[in-house]
């Protein structure tokens, strides 16, 4: 069974960095893209950014001077980080699978998520 | 202000069929396949349909999808209590590269 499981400090102050970490279990990490969406306090879903088979990445044009993502096959994890951080940066932050062959948006496996306030 | 237009709300009674639509563009709906998720409260997004109208196993065939052109529509028949949630679509947008979700509807059974 497919688990993923995110981690990371729930508070965050301005104009730092947010790191979050994706465990996952039952899946290679080698074998999908995976990718990080986040969802501010209720508000609608917004894609940041997917990894790729062979490491390379794909962010979302908003984001992308402050976003990283990357991952570690042998420790199945999948990382994220986001600089300079603002308010508008607090929301729960997903780590998900996409469960088509190529990217298309169907995500089949979620983590719980973790959410992330930005605040001094 | 997502590019994928989901009306807020929807409701409807037990029993009742009800329909969320998800309308776009030909970067996005009109060129690539779309996908719906669940969210019950306080949980993470679950796959509904995927590639305009295949239901994940486990997935009730209460839940159908349809696409044409630029839109898109989810049916939910023989409505039930548990089915109220925050329903989104997604979908790859070619102007992105990458995807895009609806602002999501909230369904309450009434």
């Known amino acids: 069974q497919v688990q993923l499981q995110e981690s990371g400090p729930g508070l965050v102050k301005p104009s730092e960095t947010l790191s979050l970490t994706c465990t996952v279990s039952g899946a290679s990490i080698s074998s999908y893209y995976w990718s990080w969406i986040r969802q501010p306090p209720g508000k609608g879903l917004e894609w940041i950014g997917y990894?790729?088979?062979?490491?390379?990445?794909n962010y979302n044009p908003s984001l992308r001077s402050r976003v990283t993502i990357s991952k570690d096959s042998s420790k199945r994890q999948v990382s994220l980080k986001l600089t300079s951080v603002t308010a508008a940066d607090t929301a729960v932050y997903y780590c998900a699978r996409e469960g088509a062959e190529d990217e298309s948006g169907y995500f089949d496996y979620w983590g719980q998520g973790s959410l992330v306030t930005v605040s001094s | 202000q997502s590019v994928l237009t989901q009306p807020p709300s929807a409701s409807g009674t037990p029993g009742q069929r009800v329909t969320i639509s998800c309308s776009g563009s030909s970067s996005n709906i009109g060129t690539n396949t779309v996908n719906w998720y669940q969210q019950l409260p306080g949980t993470a997004p679950k796959v509904l349909i995927y590639?305009?109208?295949e239901r994940p196993s486990g997935v009730p065939d209460r839940f159908s999808g349809s696409k044409s052109g630029t839109s898109a529509s989810l049916a939910i028949s023989g409505l039930q209590s548990e089915d109220e949630a925050d329903y989104h679509c997604a979908v790859w947008d070619d102007s992105l590269n990458g995807p895009e979700f609806g602002g999501g509807t909230k369904l309450t059974v009434l």
């Open positions: 590639n305009n109208n």
């Open positions: 990894i790729y088979y062979d490491g390379s990445t």
